[in-house]
């Protein structure tokens, strides 16, 4: 049986079976990244559920693992060499485990940086610039009298989907025909516009074509319809 006990982590949050990849994550846009990816991928793990809302991300244990507390993190009994790995930042996860297992990541070099390309745009762009658009439409930001930074999220974010229908418009997926870790990023944040966020009419979203039926296509997938909901709220 593997020891992990080099990682804090596992204190507050005892592995039940140490020998498979340990998830530490609740079910938001970052978070299934990795669940819909161990999901596709048949990887066996064992989901570990953080409350966010009760910042337990903030608390040593969590911030041993992942010193920016934030979620997902993974550690993987069966790193490289042999050996423990812990690792955070949903993308890095994404990579990684891509390239452990040899799926959804192109094996050519020019396809897979241009997978790793779209990846990029998610963590840089789609991301970052949702998530303040769903703060400042739905949360607390609505408030704000300032208009002016609601205003600069709302329309790079219905920028950034027509970038996506773009992309889209002819192709099943980011590649075309091949599903890869670049379609896997992406679905959390964009499935949220027209969702949680409540945004898709001020972002023009249902004027869209390729983007919801890209939307459609990866949410009849039964290991991305798990992994939305992966780990259960806590």
Known sequence: MTDLS??????R???????????????????VKVSIMLE??????EAHSINIGQNETWGPEYLSLNPNGK?????????????????FESGAILLYLAEKTGKLLPTDPAARYEVIQWVMFQMAAVGPMFGQLGF???????EFEDKRPFERYRAE??????????????RQFIMGDEYTIADIALIGWVRNINGFYEAGEITKYNELTAVPAWVERLLARPAVARGLNIPARA
């Open 6 to 11: 080099a990682f804090p982590i596992t204190k």
């Open 13 to 31: 949050w005892p592995a039940q079976n140490p020998d498979i990849l340990q998830l530490y994550s609740t079910p938001t846009p970052n978070g």
């Open 40 to 45: 596709e991928i048949g990887l066996p793990y």
């Open 71 to 87: 979620i997902p993190a993974i550690i993987d009994p069966n790193g490289p060499g042999g050996k423990p790995l812990g690792l």
């Open 136 to 142: 400042f439409h739905k949360f607390a930001g609505k």
């Open 157 to 170: 974010s219905e920028r950034l989907l027509k970038v996506l229908e773009t992309r889209l418009t002819g």
